[in-house]
Nanobody
């Protein structure tokens, strides 16, 4: 079992920045891929970014590439999502997830955090 706890969400004006954190515990390991997803009201959960614990390779959704940066601190078992130049359309609940595949599909991730709300005002 892997436990994931997100933090760092909040309310920010358009153009501002936030950093989300995802603390992992339990049976974590270097073979995991960590992903960030988001879900806005009335919409499906969508992929934002992912990173591999081992090696740190990353991949981003087109909508956030160049604005968001995913990173990890292996010593702290924590994954971060630095979000810059935020837009109102970035408003959503953001979820951290862990899985064995470097996927953009939510069903490929077996472990999820509880989510953290990000609201971007115009």
């Amino acid at each position: 079992q892997v436990q994931l706890v997100e933090s760092g969400g909040g309310l920010v004006q358009a153009g501002g920045s936030l950093r989300l954190s995802c603390a992992a515990s339990g049976r974590t390991g270097s073979n995991y891929h960590m992903g960030w997803f988001r879900q806005a009201p009335g919409k499906e959960r969508e992929f934002v970014a992912r990173i591999r614990w081992s090696g740190g390779s990353t991949y981003y959704a087109v909508s956030v590439k160049g604005r968001f940066t995913i990173s990890r601190d292996n010593a702290k078992n924590t994954v971060y999502l630095q979000m810059n130049s935020l837009k109102p359309e970035d408003t959503a609940v953001y979820y951290c997830a862990a899985g064995f595949y470097g996927s953009t599909v939510p069903r490929d991730y077996g472990y999820w955090g509880q989510g953290t709300q990000v609201t971007v005002s115009s």
